[in-house]
């Protein structure tokens, strides 16, 4: 068999959905056809490999592959396919290759071939690159793929390489026509998906802004960019950006464009100049082509393959990597001259994009059109959600002049909403220290407050607070002091001072309306509206607030406040329909890709989804959100507060599900990152080792926890639920589960969380009446999702057994089955183990056996392989009465084993 090329990656990345869907054809034992498509170096070779390594032994494999003039070669990959494999009839051989024969003969000999290689055994053909292959091979391909049995075809083929005199263009109609075939098309990578690929090569994340940088030179190609990967020893992704072309790959790429005449070639060359955007009527004065022959000229490069159409009267390179070869044979005046010609044709025209007057300025060594179009264009781009484009302009105009405070303000706001938070700090700080405007150096430190704090730096944050408020002292009442008090409010509402934050921002909304202050209002409104919020005696308010904030700053075009708003509203107490929670999270996902906003229109709304299968009860989709906005961030460096934006939130629904690997992992991996908030490790460390029984690694933790708490200015009753439940599954005694209530929550945690914590612990003390109470009067708590509201029913039942009253019990957990239906893990285990103790089956009916509800209960936990001593811990009992339990439930049952229990329990 042919040896597939392997890939400067050690994984293939963004082909998962598309090798599941092979990966099922090859296992289901019933003869498939699956054709892949796809552009050169898009991953079709590196698909069917991957698919390879996934049959089962005793498969038969084979892989033809066409090369160019197969057409010229009869059966060519049919003979690349068994080229050196043992056991193949020379005689046959020898007749398939025999001109003197039939096509017919010779096409029932090829099948014969193919028949005894393969007998009745799973295969997996593969015939690679049909739109090369000559007429026999197609027959056979389409013949092969009528055969009956445990048989996967496979072909491979380029569209853009398929012309109607191809045998390929034939055998396609025909197959779509006579057969059920599966299609794959490949498209190119995403930015997140070339990240993760960067990752994958160089065992380490990407910077973003290199990461991003490669993905447009690439266009998402994984050819092209394992071909820039292997071209630099090291794998340094930075020095790639501008890393000149490898010649192997340069000289590919030429060849497109070789056989062009001299008029095509003028053309081609100058439309590498004019930009990632080729205007019709720019092109055509730049090189003074008539329109009718620049047509011509346009539609064969566009049939090569070397240009797209992206608009009416636009066109594009197909690959950035093209353009770049080409342009790098061009003389440094050749390309001057073009810009220049580019540059006055524009400025002539009043063009309204000022990212390609700064471009073709630049490249025509004009700086003064330059810097006036980047600041122009930084400003746009910002106004349309364009981050990255406008951090580009930006920073081609501070290239120039580099004390430009309105090109410095630009990119700090650009680098800021692109999450490069290194880079908006550096210009946030010199916009501030350069800027001779107060107005514009309150903006530049409300900035910077939030740069600190996403970047986890609270000493910076103090320092900036400090500046502001001997700013505000230096500065008369007016717009100018009301925007630093709003910063002051901001910064006092990151640092969970709610007082203050409220205080400060009532200054800033004295002043806005003194003075007629629209868009200092709405901000002030908005940190006053998110800091009401965190208090459930005044969250009503701030809901009311944010609610009418986000309609007031979507109609101005205050994108960053209205996204802001929506995620503090998203992100707090969830509303009572879920397809309003849903309508919410789409338009807080709108407004943040408006604004450009990276870290809410990605890593926050899929947070958001997840959330929402939260509130429905479904957890294996909240997992599947998280995952899939992991997988969109995790081929990316970043620090701070995005660095794993969905790592805790991910563990805790591992946790939920039981899959303690998982979890473990996560742990190592958030570890590995620099400014973790204290808690997090010991608390993700303390729920792992309940979970896995390990008592004296969760005694370790917890007191790590307790340490760390103490810092720690907030509580939150979810997480206090959450580790208490936890340590009541390990069997801690009742005083430290006291110990950790005191610590996890305080006056301001007050919701049904606080209530369900409180029963717990009045059920863990035996104090069953006081515990049921709590209990039932949390049943319906809109707070709690219905996983929580799931074992409150549990919980509930659990003190009623307790009380007698089984019968109760039992309406209970009737009700909690279908909250947990949709969940799984301890919540799950739990509400089983509560049936058992009722004698119900698991649709909740009928007695299995004559033990009473407390030996029902020690059955289930000896069928977890609980000893005496562990029975003990667990139920709060001592270890003779455990040895009670245990000897009544072996003579009732019959049995004389803890084995026999478990296997009874089992089979019930």
């Known amino acids: 068999m042919r040896t597939i090329r392997g890939g400067a990656s050690p994984m293939m990345v963004g082909r998962e959905s598309e090798l599941r869907r092979l990966a099922r054809l090859a296992s289901s034992r019933e003869p498939a056809v699956a054709i892949i498509a796809g552009e050169p170096g898009i991953g079709k070779t590196r698909l069917v490999h991957e698919l390879l390594n996934t049959v089962p032994a005793g498969t038969v494999v084979l892989v033809g592959q066409a090369e160019p003039g197969s057409l010229s070669r009869p059966y060519e990959v049919l003979l690349d396919a068994i080229d050196g494999r043992p056991g193949v009839d020379e ?245 001057r001259r073009l810009h220049e010609a580019a540059l006055d044709v524009l400025l002539r025209g009043g063009a309204s994009d000022p990212a390609m007057v700064a471009h073709h300025a630049c490249g025509a060594g004009r700086y003064d059109d330059m810097i006036a179009a980047a600041r122009r264009g930084a400003a746009l781009y910002l106004s349309i959600g364009s981050a990255y484009q406008a951090l580009q302009l930006a920073e081609m105009g501070l290239d120039e002049m580099p004390d430009d405070t309105e090109l410095l303000a630009s990119a700090a706001r650009a680098a800021w909403l692109a999450g490069l938070l290194d880079d908006a700090l550096r210009y946030g700080r010199r916009w501030r220290d350069l800027t001779e405007s107060t107005s514009d150096r309150a903006e530049a430190l409300y900035l910077l407050v939030r740069i600190a704090w996403e970047s986890r730096e609270p000493e910076e944050m103090r320092a900036l607070t400090y500046a502001i408020e001997v700013l505000i002292a230096e500065l008369p009442p007016g717009a100018a002091q009301a925007r630093a008090m709003t910063a002051i409010a901001q910064s006092a509402y990151l640092r969970d001072e709610l007082d203050a934050a409220v205080l400060w921002a009532d200054r800033a909304l004295a002043l806005a309306d003194e003075f007629d202050l629209p868009a200092v209002r709405l901000a002030a409104l908005l ?189 939150n009753g979810e997480q206090a639920h959450d580790l208490i439940s936890a340590a009541v599954e390990l069997g801690l005694p009742p005083a430290r589960l006291d110990e950790m209530a005191v610590a996890l929550l305080d006056a301001e945690v007050w919701d049904a969380y606080r209530t369900l914590v409180d029963a717990q612990l009045a059920a863990v003390h035996g104090r069953h009446a006081e515990a049921l109470a709590g209990f039932e009067t949390i049943v319906e708590a809109h707070v709690l999702g219905p996983a929580a509201r799931g074992t409150v029913r549990v919980w509930a039942a659990r003190c009623l057994l307790a009380l007698g009253r089984a019968g109760e019990a039992a309406a209970h957990v009737s009700a909690a089955g279908p909250l947990l239906a949709g969940w799984g893990g301890w919540r799950v285990g739990q509400l089983a183990l509560v049936r058992a103790q009722l004698g119900m089956d698991p649709a909740g009916a009928e007695p299995v056996a004559t033990l009473t509800p407390r030996e029902r209960e020690v059955a289930v936990l000896i069928s977890d392989g609980l000893t005496n001593s562990e029975l003990a811990r667990r139920l709060f009992i001592s270890p003779k009465t455990a040895a009670v339990h245990v000897s009544n439930i072996l003579r009732k049952l019959g049995v004389t084993s803890r084995t026999e229990v478990a296997d009874l329990v089992s089979r019930h």
């Open 91 to 335: 005689e046959r051989l020898a007749a398939l290759t025999d001109p003197k024969r039939s096509p017919v003969e010779r096409l029932h000999i090829g099948l014969a071939i193919l028949d005894d290689l393969i007998g009745d055994a799973p295969a997996v053909v593969v015939f690679e690159d049909l739109h090369w292959a000559d007429s026999e091979s197609a027959a056979l391909f389409e013949r092969t793929a009528d055969h009956r049995g445990p048989r996967l075809v496979i072909g491979t083929y380029r569209p853009d390489e398929v012309t109607r005199r191809q045998p390929v263009a034939g055998l396609l109609a025909r197959m779509e026509r006579r057969h059920a075939v599966t299609y794959v098309r490949l498209d190119r990578l995403t930015p997140s998906q070339t990240a993760a690929m960067l990752a994958a090569a160089t065992g380490a994340p990407a910077p973003l802004r290199a990461a991003t940088a490669l993905h447009h030179r690439t266009g998402g190609n994984p050819f092209f960019l394992e071909e820039l990967l292997r071209a630099l020893p090291g794998y340094d992704v930075e020095a790639l950006v501008e890393q000149p072309l490898p010649w192997s790959l340069a000289d590919v790429l030429r060849r497109q464009v070789d056989d062009l005449d001299p008029v095509s070639h003028r053309i081609v060359e100058a439309a590498t100049v004019l930009g990632h955007r080729i205007l019709f009527d720019l092109l055509a004065d730049v090189t003074g082509t008539p329109e009718d022959e620049l047509i011509t000229v346009l539609r064969d490069l566009v049939t090569r393959g070397v240009l797209v159409e992206s608009g009416v009267d636009e066109f594009a390179f197909r690959h950035a990597l093209v353009r770049e070869a080409i342009a790098g044979q061009l003389l440094a005046r050749q390309r």
């Open 527 to 715: 940190e006053k509206g998110s800091t009401l919020i965190e208090r459930p005696q005044t969250a009503a308010d701030g809901r009311k607030i944010l609610h009418a904030l986000v309609d007031e700053a979507e109609k101005a075009g205050e994108w960053v406040l209205a996204a802001r708003a929506l995620h503090t509203l998203v992100h707090g107490e969830p509303p009572t329909s879920p397809t309003e929670y849903a309508e919410m999270l789409e338009r807080a996902r709108i407004s943040a890709e408006r604004a450009g906003f990276e870290s809410l229109s990605v890593a926050a709304y899929f947070q958001g989804r997840a959330r929402l299968a939260v509130r429905s009860g479904d957890l294996r989709a909240a997992i599947a959100a998280l995952e899939e906005g992991r997988e969109q961030d995790r081929g990316y460096r970043r620090r701070g507060r995005w660095a794993d934006y969905h790592g805790l939130f991910l563990a805790g629904l591992h946790l939920e599900a039981g899959e303690l690997d998982r979890v473990e992992q996560l742990i190592a991996d958030l570890a590995a990152l620099p400014n973790n908030p204290p808690t997090v490790i010991p608390g993700l460390e303390f729920h792992l080792a309940c979970r896995r029984g390990d008592r004296a690694r969760a005694e370790t933790a917890l007191d790590q926890l307790l340490t760390a708490l103490a810092a720690q200015t907030w509580r």
